[in-house]
Each structure stands twice: as structure tokens, then as C-alpha cells.
């Protein structure tokens, strides 16, 4: 199983006639991704073909036509799509977002960084009394290793296996993934570091805790704000199976602003070391350096290997 994207998954790309549309889109289905249709209003009717190199799944190698339809809600209707994947500019996001939920798709994973912070709170607010689920924004997407990837999630670092991976930077996600390669993931998901996001790590968390297919979860945070803090407390109350977890910035010199923009430090608030306290107080086994995470890891599953004799 998976959390959020599955090899069922129907997916459309707004913007996929761009440059970076067209570059992931063609990454996507040499993963195996159902990519079902793009979203243009300015070219629709039209369709794209791709030639696709050959995927980890053995599909591509020889071209896929994608058509491209005129909104969501008609490539909705004529495809059965249930996932959009945005690569529109920052000043088309929000309005991007808002027909999407308009037209009902349960998620909208919106890549597009440098989007204002009151656009994503706007399009945040609609999406989600829609019924909307949205990852990002300023993301990497997510990915469900042998099944589907919606994003820029490279799909070639890891293999399919029973760990989960929440992760506010997308660097980070590609390191732990190819860390712990030999050992595989059910899903990945970057969910962006920007001040607010649509799915959480507290989202994720509870996702990955109902799923059978996921056995540890790993959590890479990062300096600023709370969000790591508030997980802490979530999983002291909530979450039974093993976590692991990695923050960045603890060489984050004080008084700088660095990395995303929700990377904002006040006083000890916010701080690395505050973050891995906070986890740590919480049952959570923090590394200081990405390698040391993955160390944390393998001995965490062998550790539950020897207590339930398997």
C-alpha cells in the first residue's frame, strides 16, 4: 500500500506544456506514472508526445501521447484524473489551485515555489473546504516507489519497501532516500518549507500510522518555526510505531535567515536543538547529520526485528 498516491492514480499536469512540465512530466511516466492528460486552456484539443526512456518498471521507450485539455474539470471528466500536479508560475498558482478544487480532484501537488504567502493561504482555505487535499507549495511532490510519482522526485534512488518519509526539504529527501535504498519506501512525500503548506507533518504522520504497507516512519524537519515541535507532541499521543527523525540546520549560524523561507529562528525558539529536544522528549531518535539518520534507522528496524523474533 501507499499514503496518498497509488499506481491507480490518474494524474494531470497544469503547465505541462512549459519547460519544467515538460521535463518532469516525461520523468514521471518513465516512472510508471498514469499521466493522463495536461492542462492548457490556450492549447487545448491539442496533444504532446513523449519520448519516454525506459522507466525502473520496464514501460517507455517509445513515445507516449498525452492529450491536453482546456481545464481540470474537463480532464476530469474526460480521463477519470484524481491527482493534478502543478508547475504553472507563481502568479498563476493560486488561480491554478482554486479550479482545481473547484473541479472536485481530491489533490493538487503544487511544485511552483516563490508563491506569496497570502495566495497560499487564499488558495489553502478554498482547496481544503472543497475537499481538496494540497501538497506544497515550494515542493518536491511525493512519490510511491513502483507505483506512481507526482512531482520532481527522482525515481531511480530508491526501491519500493515499508518505510514512510515526511520531509520539508526536497534535497533531504533525495539524500535519505538514497541512504536507505537497499531498504525502500511505501511513500515519500515532501510537503514544502514554506510558512504554510497544505499537508502537514502531522498529516503524514497519521497517514503513515494507518498504513499497513508502512513500518518506521522517518521525519526531516528544519529550523524554524514549530511544526516540528507540534509532530513531537503528535506522536507522543498518537503515534505506535517507530519514528525517526533529522533536522537541518544545526550549523545554522545564529542570527541568520537561511534556506526556505519558513526558516525563520526567534531566540531559541525554532532552533535545531529545540526541534531535536522537543522529538527526542517524544520517544524520537534525532541524527545530526543525514548518514547518522539512516544509521538510527537501521538499528531502530533491527531492533524491532529482535524484540518481535522475526
Known amino acids: 500500500m501507499a499514503v496518498f498516491l497509488s499506481k491507480e492514480s490518474k494524474i494531470l499536469v497544469q503547465g505541462m506544456t512549459g519547460g519544467e512540465g515538460m521535463k518532469h512530466t516525461r520523468r514521471m511516466l518513465a516512472a510508471g506514472t498514469d499521466v493522463v492528460g495536461g492542462v492548457n486552456p490556450r492549447k487545448a484539443g491539442r496533444s504532446v508526445d513523449f519520448d519516454v526512456p525506459r522507466g525502473l518498471d520496464g514501460r517507455g521507450g517509445t513515445p507516449v501521447t498525452v492529450p491536453v485539455f482546456g481545464s481540470v474539470r474537463e480532464g476530469m471528466a474526460a480521463t477519470g484524473a484524481d491527482v493534478t500536479v502543478v508547475f504553472v508560475p507563481p502568479a498563476f498558482a493560486k488561480a491554478a489551485v482554486l479550479e482545481a478544487a473547484d473541479a472536485g480532484i481530491a489533490l493538487a501537488v503544487v511544485i511552483t515555489e516563490g508563491i506569496p504567502v497570502h495566495d497560499a493561504v487564499a488558495f489553502h482555505a478554498y482547496a481544503a473546504a472543497k475537499g481538496t487535499r494540497v501538497i506544497g507549495p515550494n515542493c518536491p511532490g511525493l512519490i510511491s ?28 529527501t533525495y539524500q535519505l532516500m538514497y541512504e536507505l535504498r537497499d531498504i525502500g519506501f511505501s511513500t515519500c512525500v515532501g510537503i514544502g518549507g514554506d510558512p504554510v503548506v497544505g499537508t502537514t507533518h502531522i498529516d503524514c504522520l497519521a497517514a503513515f500510522q494507518d498504513d499497513p504497507d508502512t513500518d518506521l516512519v522517518v521525519l526531516i524537519g528544519e529550523i524554524g518555526g514549530d511544526a516540528e515541535e507540534r509532530a513531537a507532541a503528535y506522536i507522543r499521543d498518537h503515534v505506535t510505531k517507530p519514528v525517526v527523525g533529522y533536522i537541518a540546520g544545526f550549523t545554522a549560524p545564529e542570527g541568520k535567515t537561511m534556506g526556505h523561507a519558513g526558516a525563520i529562528v526567534s531566540g531559541s525558539s525554532g532552533t535545531a536543538q529545540a526541534k531535536k529536544a522537543a522529538l527526542e522528549a517524544a520517544g524520537v531518535p534525532v541524527g545530526d547529520t543525514p548518514t547518522e539518520t539512516a544509521r538510527l534507522v537501521l538499528a531502530r528496524l533491527e531492533a524491532e526485528r529482535v524484540a518481535t523474533g522475526g
Open 145 to 172: 516507489p513502483g507505483q506512481s510519482n507526482a512531482g520532481i522526485i527522482p525515481a531511480d534512488i530508491t526501491k519500493p519497501g515499508h518505510l514512510g518519509l515526511v520531509s520539508k526539504s526536497g534535497t533531504l
